[in-house]
């Protein structure tokens, strides 16, 4: 395979910025046009501002994988996964400006060391090397690995009575795992099959990146129905960037860099603090 030019390092950041904000917008916009559903018997102007608020924000979200595809073009799966730590912080300042919700000094504080751990993990990552192709076994395993808690999940639940908060965390731990795993599998389609959209349609990653799509938004709707928004939130938010990263050292050969894994670390601390205040 022919080698490709090589992708500017910054431009790749700013790609996955661009897609932070972008999905953030999506979902405040999502929330803010919810109402919708509860007003279909009237159909009214507001319905419809709803539903068109809901819409766009829908729009929005389904457009990051156009963003992971040219981040992942100059940066690892583990940063690019890291990266999406940002989310919070954008969907905080997008919900003080548009659901008029309060930023704390606390949130403030702890979005500032979210994103000076997400610099250093950029810093501090080696130079960047083209990914070297996936053990496509490797890959199913881990993508089977979230399948698997949920049907253990379900299995304790019907055999020893596992409680409604411990089920909903099984499968937003799932739903975050496949989230950061679609990363991982845009990253496998490029290594594998370059940059031709047309010869993804014959990788069996594409079709497994189908079925993580799908699946996740399956699984939120089981964790949001069945816990609290403060115990199933951080679990989301850390599974999607701690998952990329363990899998790419995995999968990728990335050189492991002690202050990098240290920098993911407390962007997952971060993480897990921000969304427990949050609430």
Excluded at 19 to 48: A, C, P, T
């Amino acid at each position: 395979m022919k080698p490709e030019p090589e992708f500017p390092h910054l431009l790749a950041i700013a790609f996955t910025i661009a897609g932070s904000m972008v999905i953030s917008m999506g979902m405040v916009l999502q929330k803010r046009g919810v109402g919708w559903f509860r007003h279909k018997e009237l159909k009214n102007d507001h319905y419809k501002r709803l539903k068109r608020i809901w819409f766009i924000g829908f729009f929005l979200n389904n457009c990051l994988s156009i963003f992971y595809y040219f981040a992942l073009k100059g940066l690892t799966a583990s940063v690019v996964g890291a990266m999406m730590g940002l989310n919070i912080v954008f969907s905080a300042i997008f919900s003080s400006f548009i659901l008029k919700e309060h930023i704390s000094k606390t949130l403030a504080a702890l979005s500032l060391l979210l994103v000076g751990f997400i610099l250093l993990a950029n810093l501090s990552a080696p130079a960047y090397e083209a990914a070297k192709i996936p053990d496509p076994t490797l890959i199913i395993t881990f993508c089977g690995i979230p399948f698997v808690l949920v049907a253990l999940a379900h299995l304790l639940r019907k055999t020893v009575g596992l409680r409604d908060e411990r089920y909903a965390i099984c499968f937003a731990a799932a739903a975050g795992a496949l989230e950061g795993f679609i990363i991982v599998l845009i990253k496998a389609l490029q290594a594998s099959k370059g940059s031709n959209p047309l010869l993804y349609f014959t990788s069996p990653y594409l079709y497994l990146y189908l079925l993580a799509s799908v699946s996740l938004i399956a699984f939120l709707q089981v964790a949001y129905s069945h816990g609290r928004m403060t115990r199933t939130a951080p679990v989301l938010w850390g599974a999607q960037i701690l998952y990329p990263v363990v899998i790419s050292y995995l999968a990728f050969s990335v050189k492991l860099v002690h202050m990098q894994l240290a920098a993911f670390g407390g962007i997952i601390v971060c993480v897990i603090l921000i969304q427990a205040k949050r609430r």
